[in-house]
């Protein structure tokens, strides 16, 4: 039964933005609701709570194989929101600036965090912040977003699987989400797999930049994206170029190149509302990324 371990997470003794987390139950929860206000009112809720201005707390690493559970199930409505909820509370605020994405450098501040550090935030923030913050306060902050993030690792072979989903906007989120995690064999295999799915043009697109930022030495998939550069829609051809040029740099084929100095004649074609790549940069940016990293300026 979908969310049946929710009772086995001691939620009040955990901290969120707005105090302790025993309202969290109920919110995942009503992100099934039949009714739609009140699955907007619980995204509302938990975005507000374990994900707040894009920090994360105590309690959003416990959130992270629930939210994993809605996706998995058919049965819940707007599972592509649930998909964007769980990929804030797992990442934060970071877009592809921070691709490819290295762990230890990002969380190196918490690698020395005690669970003192972390009682003595909380009583902190249980005190409403009164008093001096703890000097731990910063590297705790950072502990627990290191702890979502890997929570989400966990399970990311979930995620893989995803991007087969009959929903495009589940599964282009979640070739998305695959460009932060280990690129083991099967998650590489599955993306590969989906940048050549006839027919589902938006997650080939967002498979090909995921490829991009992924196992820079590997010259099958460099071949896999070198042959979509003769794709039939413009928005797989032109993020296959894109993910060439951040894996080949200058030794880009001479076919992705054109096609990333056509980009700007394809505007229309490719833009969020025809093309909608659930990416923060648009695809003409990317076109501009990709020349850059070879050296020429769009």
Known sequence: MVLEALETVGWGGLHHAYGPAADVPGQLRALSSADTGE?????????????????????????????????????????????????????????????????????????????????????????????????????VAVSWDRDAYLAAAAISGRFAAWTGDGDPVVAAGAAELLAWFPATPPVVSCLVEMSAAEGREVARASANLSLGYLVPDEPAVDGRLAALLDAGAFGVRLTAAVALALRLGDRIPE???????????????IDAAAFPVPWDRSLLGFAALALYRIGLSP
Do not use: K, M
């Open 39 to 139: 699955r907007h009112q619980a995204h509302y809720q938990l975005r507000g709570n374990v994900y707040h201005q894009g920090t994360r707390w105590q309690a959003s690493c416990h959130v992270i194989p629930f939210l994993a559970e809605l996706v998995d199930d058919p049965a819940t409505p707007d599972r592509a929101a649930v998909l964007d909820l769980l990929r804030i509370v797992a990442l934060g605020d970071r877009d592809d600036t921070h691709l490819p994405f290295r762990p230890g450098r990002e969380f190196a501040r918490a690698e020395n965090v005690t669970r003192a550090d972390v009682a003595a935030v909380v009583d902190w923030l249980h005190g409403d912040g009164d008093g001096d913050e703890p000097e731990s306060c910063d590297a």
């Open 255 to 269: 076919a992705g190149l054109g096609i990333l100095a056509e980009a700007r004649d394809h505007a229309d074609e």
